[in-house]
């Protein structure tokens, strides 16, 4: 599926991509939940995250994050407060320290607990989005605080697309479990 350019393709493909992603994780085996996430024997899986993220509550806890980044960002420029997306102290190239927070700040967050604060922001994201126009989304230069960029890339980016990491993340732990089992 090519990246959503309108608010349609938007709404569309963030609520998919959540329903594929619900889906898997209904079907998880309790050997596929319990096992921690190993992909060190992969030298291909070397970003951060790979070694970051231990469990599925963990993937839970960062889409949920991202959704608040998301929403504590437009609702602050809405009302003038002029803030960037990633807050202070971090940035796009800190971000991965920032990441770890969330990680850290949720290890005592039950599994459960993660999936209805993720169902909660979700459908948080989507009821904001539909809140656009599409040229409000989809056009450059509408809102001074989004930048070079439109506001819907960033709806895009931490709904369908993080949602897409997330099931490609729990497909390679399932791939890892079979294969330990086999």
């Known amino acids: 599926m090519s990246r ?3 608010k349609t393709e938007l709404l569309s493909a963030a609520n998919t991509n959540y329903e ?3 889906t898997l994780i209904s079907k998880l085996t309790e050997q596929e939940l319990t096992t921690p996430f190993d992909f060190s024997a992969d030298a291909k899986k070397k970003e951060a995250h790979w070694k970051r993220d231990k469990n599925l509550r963990d993937i839970l806890i ?15 420029n809405q009302n003038g407060d002029e803030k960037p997306f990633i807050p202070e102290p971090y940035n796009w190239r800190t971000y991965g320290d920032m990441n770890i927070g969330f990680w850290e700040k949720h290890q005592n967050t039950s599994v459960d607990d993660a999936k209805s604060m993720l169902q909660k922001s979700h459908a ?5 989005a539909e809140t656009f126009s599409n040229d409000e989304l989809f056009s450059k230069k509408v809102y001074n605080w989004v930048g070079g960029s439109t506001l819907g890339s960033y709806f895009v980016s931490v709904t369908s697309s993080h949602y897409d990491w997330a099931i490609k993340k729990l497909k390679a732990h399932k791939k890892n479990c ?3 089992s086999a």
């Open 178 to 180: 079979t294969n330990k």
């Open 4 to 6: 959503p350019a309108t």
């Open 20 to 22: 594929k992603l619900n």
């Open 124 to 128: 948080e994201i989507i009821k904001l």
């Open 62 to 76: 960062h889409l949920y994050e991202w959704h608040n980044l998301l929403l504590n960002w437009v609702h602050s």
